[in-house]
């Protein structure tokens, strides 16, 4: 039996929460993400429901599949789901940049012609 020492960090519910967790690993498991889920009691399986979204999980910012590897001193995270997709929000953003050139060019035109 083989400990390995991992920090979990739970950000699904507003504030992050950051905890160690000693995961006992036998000598003929591979430790894996799923593996450090399920011995946390996180979840129970990949197609656990607290786990249904792609990407709620990853090591060190990386997004991981459920058998991703896990070493010692890994930091596991379980992240919230997006509130906003950032695509949107860039495009919007850019539209309103867009928006202010052309509000600002017409303004001149007109101060031009008086």
Known sequence: MQTMSILICDARDGEPRLATFALEVASHET????????????ATAADDPALVRKGCFGVFGK??????????????????????????V?????????????????????????
Do not use: H, M
């Open 31 to 42: 430790p894996t993400v799923g593996l450090a889920l399920q011995k946390a009691g996180v």
């Open 63 to 88: 997004r991981k599949d459920w058998d991703s590897p896990i070493y010692d001193g890994d930091r596991l995270e379980l992240y919230s789901p997006l509130l906003v997709d950032p695509k949107a």
């Open 90 to 114: 860039r495009r919007k953003k850019a539209n309103q940049n867009q928006d202010a050139k052309f509000q600002a060019a017409a303004a001149k035109r007109k101060a031009r012609r008086l």
